[in-house]
């Protein structure tokens, strides 16, 4: 039954991988956020970081699956200045209050999440039922996968209905040697 959405936001490649891998692994739905001006260049990060340190929400587009037809959505994202990408928290702010569950998967160039569950629960006005964090240089060589396969696993036995989400914490590849 695909009863889950994985919905991605990519700047450089790395949450695309990380999304595709986890929808074809579990048979899920997949649909993306897409800016309506595009980051290009040094403007685009300079775009990056003062969307992030200002908290502004950039106009997106969503393409895909109608996200209200599904029990859970994933979001996957990058992070940017410890934040989720500024896309991503403008998507969930216009579109995302009538989920019932969703996780957070965040990809970034020193593996943490660091106020990604945070921002995202004060914006859906819950927690998410797991979250899960990945290295860029782990997606990059592959190592990434097991876990993200373990998470995926976790998520697709999460039943229903559930009257309160259920918390998987979150899972994090063991730092390379």
């Known amino acids: ?28 739905a997949l649909g993306q956020v897409v800016e309506a001006k595009p980051r290009g260049g040094w403007p685009g990060l300079l775009r990056c ?4 340190l200002r908290q502004r929400l950039p106009p997106v587009r969503y393409e895909g699956p109608e996200p209200a037809g599904f029990q859970r959505v994933v979001l996957v994202a990058p ?13 969930a ?12 998967v ?3 160039a020193t593996g943490e999440s660091s106020r990604a569950e945070a921002e ?26 097991p876990v993200l396969q373990e998470f995926g696993g976790l998520l697709a036995g999460i ?6 989400p259920q918390a998987l914490g979150a899972i994090k590849p063991a730092p390379a040697g």
């Open 1 to 28: 039954m695909n009863d889950t959405l994985v919905i991605f936001y990519c700047l450089g490649g790395t949450s695309r991988e990380v999304a595709h891998a986890l929808a074809d692994e579990q048979g899920w």
């Open 49 to 52: 970081a003062l969307d992030t």
């Open 79 to 91: 992070i940017w200045l410890g934040s989720v990408a500024a896309p991503m928290r403008s998507f």
């Open 93 to 104: 702010a216009s579109a995302g209050r009538s989920w019932r569950q969703y996780a957070v």
């Open 106 to 108: 965040t990809t970034s």
């Open 120 to 145: 995202l629960a004060a914006i859906l006005g819950h927690e998410p039922i797991g979250c899960a964090a990945f290295h860029t240089r782990h997606v990059t060589d592959g190592s990434y996968a």
């Open 159 to 164: 039943g229903y209905p559930v009257a309160r």
